[in-house]
């Protein structure tokens, strides 16, 4: 049956190799069957050798040159159809992109396909059942991978060392001797069961094979020798946390934009960024958002009082009376502006943080994310009801809740259905709260307390815009005189 498939060209040539390329999806994350190289290269490179031999005869109707690339090119093309399909994916979020998605899920892994079958092409009638032609094999295709890179503006896409991802300590080599040189090693280990096929003595082949596992672990001490040397680096510095927060706003990237527009740009991200002077925080914010001026220019803008932008209690109204397309933020929105927590306390939450009793009625106790002090918050019978049904304790209230800049513009889009042209982040539903709590009377250090302010003056820039509002209010009776 063996050598009935394999004097089916059909099958050698465009099925085979297809499939092989497919399933090494599985190879990569979230999968992770590594294991699974060690065959499929095994059997690909047999493939290529059986090409190579059988052209004259069993192929000899085709050009022996066509057989090759084509054997490279279908294995590739299979490879990228299952190891891009993020790219695909990532257009299924708007409408305006989706007509792409038939030229991303075929287009692009028939252009990648392209290098495999050029160097198949190329090494292909060197190939034979040695050691050398392992070499052969695994450094050609390293550089194909080292070249594909290059053309596709240096981004690696889905080399073979990355189906060693999930592997902290394999990986860890990755330091000194970089990517690509990885990528060799990987794929000559991949490769290396070709020498059960070899002309020579079974000890020779066990050797070979017990030299290439131990090569292996030597990396694994390696790797396990410098994750324990970090986390001792770690040990000592235990009492003086860095703590890092991405900050990924939904910013339009170009080019020497004006300069109020830099500075405007600067007071958005540090709004969004929350800084607390007593936490050492590493901020990362998106890369180009300063794009045609320097760190002296930007370090140059003076940072004046925080603007604070805020709902009115007419737009929270008019925000909660149309629909948002994501129902579970909507949600976790207005309980915020009911409640005043945080989005790193509100994603966290648990029913059993949600407590009642007679004294204090409804509260919440929990630990604050950012200041890591115990508060016990009191909560309006209102924020309650907004949850719906109670759940088990242990579960978190907003379950699966995300957040990032794709969210804050489905945020924004609410807004707008809503008739509000704020600039509205979810952090912005804290501000909400503040400035409500004090429009409606609550004294400054209620207010800062309900908040779990540990100084008096953070809270004291609310009271600061409800002066300016009222400034602004007494403005707008105008009369001739």
């Not at 090569?215 to 003086?240: E, H």
């Not at 045609?292 to 004046?304: I, L, M, N, P, T």
């Not at 976790?332 to 790193?344: D, K, N, Q, V």
Request: positive net charge.
């Amino acid at each position: 049956m063996v050598e009935k498939i394999l004097n089916n060209r059909i099958l050698v040539l465009y099925v085979l190799p297809f499939f092989l390329g497919l399933l090494s999806v599985f190879s990569f994350q979230p999968f992770n069957f590594s294991f699974i190289n060690f065959l499929l290269f095994l059997i690909f490179f047999s493939l290529v050798f059986y090409v190579k031999k059988k052209s004259q005869s069993t192929y000899r109707k085709k050009p022996f040159r066509k057989n090759l690339f084509l054997l490279g090119f279908i294995f590739g093309f299979g490879f990228y159809l299952g190891g891009v399909f993020w790219i695909t994916y990532s257009l299924t979020f708007e409408d305006s992109f989706k007509f792409l998605i038939p030229f991303a899920l075929i287009l692009i892994p028939l252009f990648l396909g392209l290098f495999n079958g050029l160097t198949t092409l190329v090494i292909g009638k060197f190939l034979d059942y040695n050691f050398s032609s392992i070499l052969l094999f695994a450094g050609s295709f390293s550089l194909s991978d080292y070249i594909r890179g290059k053309v596709l503006s240096g981004f690696p896409w889905n080399v073979w060392g990355y189906s060693w991802s999930w592997f902290g300590e394999i990986i860890q080599i990755l330091n000194p001797i970089g990517l690509f040189a990885f990528n060799l090693i990987s794929i000559s280990i991949f490769t290396i069961p070709v020498v059960l096929f070899y002309k020579s003595s079974m000890k020779e082949k066990i050797l070979t094979l017990a030299f290439t596992f131990l090569f292996i672990f030597l990396i694994y001490i390696y790797g396990s020798f410098q994750i324990n040397k970090n986390k001792n680096l770690l040990d000592n510095f235990n009492n003086d946390k860095i703590y890092t927060k991405i900050i990924s706003p939904n910013f339009e990237l170009k080019y020497n934009s004006s300069i109020s527009e830099i500075e405007e740009k600067l007071k958005k991200l540090i709004r969004y960024s929350d800084p607390d002077k007593n936490q050492k925080t590493l901020f990362i914010w998106p890369e180009g958002v300063f794009s045609g001026y320097s760190f002296d220019e930007v370090s140059a803008f003076k940072q004046g009082e925080t603007e604070r932008e805020f709902l009115t209690l007419e737009e929270l109204q008019a925000a909660v009376e149309v629909d948002c397309d994501m129902p579970k933020l909507k949600t976790a929105f207005i309980f915020s502006c009911l409640t005043g927590l945080r989005w790193s306390d509100i994603k966290k939450l648990t029913w059993s943080e949600i407590q009642q009793s007679k004294d204090l009625g409804h509260y919440i106790r929990f630990t604050q994310q950012k200041t890591k002090g115990v508060e016990t918050q009191p909560v309006s019978e209102q924020a309650i009801d907004l949850l719906g049904e109670r759940q088990e304790p242990a579960e978190r209230v907003f379950k699966d809740l995300k957040y990032s800049s794709w969210h804050n513009l489905k945020l924004q889009q609410w807004m707008m259905r809503a008739g509000i042209t704020k600039s509205i982040s979810f952090h912005c539903a804290r501000h909400t709260y503040a400035t409500l709590q004090i429009t409606a009377g609550t004294d400054i250090y209620t207010v800062s307390k309900l908040l779990g302010h540990r100084e008096l003056k953070t809270t004291q820039i609310y009271a600061k815009i409800i002066d300016n509002k009222k400034r602004e209010a007494a403005n707008k009776i105008q009369i001739k005189l």
